[in-house]
């Protein structure tokens, strides 16, 4: 009997675990979703207090330049070297700088400089906003009638929108200028020949829609942050956690709503 | 104007406050204390709003401000005059002091910022802080500044009602006693009514008009300073004196599951004698074999002053009378000489035994030397101790002892007695004085009682 009741208990548990989990998932979705609310609503409020926005976006914008550049310099190189040992043999050199304008505008140059970005301001708001709940900061701007959604909340999504697609057209920038440095350098093309392929199929649409979607994950990267901040537990450990947490969301759903846009759009 | 009626809180499965009613008058300063995680912290957050009851109101000035139907925005109107210090003063790390306390103005008056920047160099002021500490950071600054500067921040709407979330946690004592002065000077400087959580005794007691202490999410003591003092209820006494174990009014230790029924203060009196007599009990077990006198049965010499070290330890410490008193048998020589060694032992081992019997349950006897027995007298009033011990000495000189040659004899006894005092104050001094009466009562021909009287001044 018992070999017989033994599979069905485990497959009970399972199932309760599972819904368990799904429940979880959900109530955290529902959040998530009321604190994307809440800050919308708020973001008019942004001009009574535009000097807090301002400050957050040098700190997301400004202060992450050197990192997207860098980043964005072997973006540009390693796409023009790739494209040349993909194409060697099959495709005529004169179309990569098609490949890499391509690559560069609709998917690596949005998505990976914003990953990138999310992995330096995900984790920074998420740790902020986290030491300030365990700190009772949240708590005592409540106490003194100051909205902490409105004058913390809303000024890093607003900043978060603006500049993700300003150091995603910088990125672009940076890294198509490395991308001619380097055919000039390493691929035997002439570079009046490379920036041919550049202009060839040129879509100012691609360009457009590439850099506006970044805003969308500028919006993604602060919610993440604010989000898995203000559900942190505990002290220095809850904080880790909390911006571990909101790294990975932020990637796995920059990535779904990539998809997602480009199902809409392209 | 602050009161507190029947207040609920669970988080899960853990009830946190179960049943709280408590008082606030205006311009009091109220110390909430208890243990650290019994829902003191919770309280103030009802109170200004940070958390919501699952059952009763909090009502300030006769209008209900909290209760389990009110939402978080409904207390907007409220915090205008409250005004909440927390714990390690949260204050906007991003932010320098200046900016902290001005925060809250900026955001809430459309003063300019000269009358701004007047307002927190004042504030700062109040708080015991040079106007260029504003320019300072939080990390800048030790504990005690930031609970300062949190406090300034805090005052500088002029709230009618001050919430301090234990502020002299983690603060050395001469810093304690800087925020304590100032919560007392807000108090007389701004007219502000106080509530404070702490568990820091020192200051409940410098700061505090009424005590209130919280116990398993109840109220189980709300007075003036003096009456947390005077009070019987065990628990409180374990609290305010920081006893590791539950103590009675005599200085005993109790077993956790007579918490509960002492909490409820059924028949104390009637209980603290049964654990007076537990303790005796375990005393007694504890002893060693050895240690015993084994042909009385009695405590040895050893083992007794031990036990008259705890006593006048506990005696001094509850500030309660207590006499030593040391028996001697008259005629031993005088038997020994006439019966023999083993007739003397019968005597003594007799005398031990009725000791034994005749002494209340809550004083101890042990042999002292070779003819000599000693007898703490616990709670011993000093003008009755020579009536006790010449009661005691009597009912010893009642038993018969038969001797060899068929003849009935009764034991004489004299006996020396000392109270202790601030002369006495120690085991070897009281036995000496008590030993020293029993040479005095020799000296006048044995068969009495003669009491350790104090050196006359000069």
Known sequence: ?266 | MLKIEHLKKRFGNQLVLDDINLEVNKGEVVCIIGQSGGGKSVILKHIIGLMIPDGGRILLDGEEISSPTKKPSDFEKVRKRLGMLFQGAALFDSKNVGENIAFPLREHTDYSEEKINEIVEEALEMVGLQPAFKYKMPSELSGGMKSRVGLARAIVMKPEIMLYDEPTSALDPIMTDKINDLILSLRDKLKMTSVVVTHDMASAYKISDRIAMIYEGRIIFYGTPAEIRASRNPYIQQFIRGQRKLQYAVGVGIEEEEESALLKNIDIEKIKQKVILDRKLKRDKSFDLASRDTLTGLMGYQQFITVLRDEIERSISEQEPMALAVFSIDQLNELGNKYGQQFCETVIREVGRKIGLSIRGTDSAGRFSSDEFGLILVKTDPSLLETTVNRIRKRIMEIVIKTPDGNNIHPVLSAGAAMLDELTASADILAKAAGHALSLAKQKGGDCVVIASKPKAG
């Not at chain 1, 956690?241 to 997602?260: G, Q, R």
């Open chain 1, 1 to 266: 009997m018992q070999f017989v009741l033994a599979p069905i208990s485990s497959l009970g548990r399972f199932f309760i675990n599972l819904l368990g989990g799904l429940v979880n998932f959900f109530i955290h979705v529902s959040r998530f979703f009321r604190l994307f609310w809440s800050i919308i609503i708020r973001i008019p409020l942004i001009v009574k207090n535009l000097s807090i926005s301002i400050e957050q976006m040098y700190t997301i914008g400004i202060d992450s330049l050197p990192l997207v550049s860098v980043i964005a310099i072997f973006i540009g190189a390693t796409t023009v070297t790739q494209g040349v040992y993909q194409f060697s043999g099959f495709i005529p050199l004169k179309f990569l700088g098609l490949a890499v304008c391509k690559t560069l505008i609709n998917e690596i140059g949005p998505v990976f400089t914003s990953m990138v970005i999310a992995g330096r301001i995900a984790t920074a708001i998420a740790a902020e906003i986290g030491s300030m709940k365990t700190g009772e900061q949240i708590d005592a701007m409540i106490c003194l009638n100051l909205d902490p959604v409105r004058y913390l909340y809303v000024p890093k999504m607003v900043a978060c929108m603006i500049m993700v697609p300003m150091l995603v057209i910088w990125s672009e920038l940076i890294a198509f200028i490395s991308s001619i440095f380097t055919v000039i350098f390493s691929v035997n093309i002439t570079l009046y020949v490379y920036l041919n392929g550049l202009k060839y199929l040129f879509n100012a649409r691609d360009l457009f829609l590439g850099i506006a979607k970044t805003s969308v994950f500028g919006a993604i990267i602060a919610l993440t942050g604010c989000y898995f901040g203000l559900q942190t537990k505990g002290g220095a450990e809850g904080v880790g956690e909390s911006t571990t947490k909101a790294v990975i969301s932020a990637f796995v759903l920059i990535l779904i709503f990539d998809f997602i846009i480009a199902f809409l759009v392209w």
